[in-house]
């Protein structure tokens, strides 16, 4: 079953690191697009930045480079999304979500999405 | 960046009635060299994640009632619901592709 399984919610102190993951199965992690989203409570989606897996090439939204750093492990079929020191403005639910491929050429719309990992900070 | 715009923020349909959705891009999101223009449209429902419904405009992904289509160019498009159904109600968004991603701020369709 081709499926992206994020790992479990999460509530951590404000200032304390964190790491979640997105681990994707069912077809070749590696060649597309791993996106990460963010949707705070009653709000949109936001979309923070993405990697492609094959080369490690990141993009960032300017609203959040320097506050998360993306990256992912081909060998392991796994995306991550990490803070150094998280703030409560934190909180809130993150998608991984999966770059759309139509033959060798992927684009950034994305076709299939991770069950969501919701994360709360508060002291 | 282009940002996306989708009016209204809400709306309620009568059960059968048609539903549409507009959305607006702050420059043209069509492709000359491939013909195609990178817009998305997403269903998600309370406690799911977004549900890709479709995509370059107006192609619907995989097992999508053929209820919901897409349509538009170049700035300006739409997610209609030809009959509403009870499982419909959601929160749309529309999405653009053509740079770095960008999500519309969603409308919530409810029934009436």
């Known amino acids: 079953e081709v499926q992206l399984v994020q790992s479990g919610a999460e509530m951590k102190k404000p200032g304390e690191s964190l790491r979640i993951s997105c681990t994707g199965s069912?077809?070749?992690?590696?060649?597309?697009?791993i996106a990460w989203v963010r949707q705070m409570p009653g709000k949109g989606l936001e979309w923070m930045g993405f990697?492609?897996?094959?080369?490690?090439?990141?993009r960032y939204s300017p609203s959040f480079e320097g506050r998360v750093t993306i990256s992912g492990d081909k060998s392991i079929n796994t995306a991550y999304l990490q803070w150094s020191s998280l703030r409560a403005s934190d909180s809130a639910m993150y998608y991984c979500?999966?770059?759309?491929?139509?033959?060798?050429?992927?684009?950034?719309?994305?076709?299939?999405w991770g069950q969501g990992t919701l994360v709360t900070v508060s002291s | 960046d282009i940002v996306m715009t989708q009016s209204p923020n809400s709306l309620a349909v009568s059960l059968g009635e048609r539903a549409t959705i507009n959305c607006k891009s702050s420059?043209?999101?069509?492709?000359?060299?491939?013909?195609?223009?990178?817009l998305a449209w997403y269903q998600q429902k309370p406690g799911q994640p977004p549900r890709p419904l479709i995509y370059?405009?107006?192609i619907r992904e995989s097992g999508v009632p053929d209820r919901f289509s897409g349509s538009g160019s170049g700035t300006a498009f739409t997610l209609t619901i030809s009959s509403v159904q009870a499982e419909d109600v959601a929160v749309y968004y529309c999405?653009?592709?053509?740079?770095?991603?960008?999500f519309g701020q969603g409308t919530r369709l409810d029934i009436k």
């Open positions: 069912g077809y070749t992690f590696a060649n597309h697009w």
């Open positions: 370059w405009a107006s």
């Open positions: 999405q653009q592709y053509y740079g770095t991603p960008h």
């Open positions: 420059q043209s999101i069509f492709y000359s060299s491939n013909n195609k223009n990178y």
């Open positions: 990697v492609y897996p094959h080369d490690s090439d990141t």
């Open positions: 979500a999966r770059g759309f491929c139509s033959g060798d050429i992927c684009y950034w719309n994305f076709d299939l």
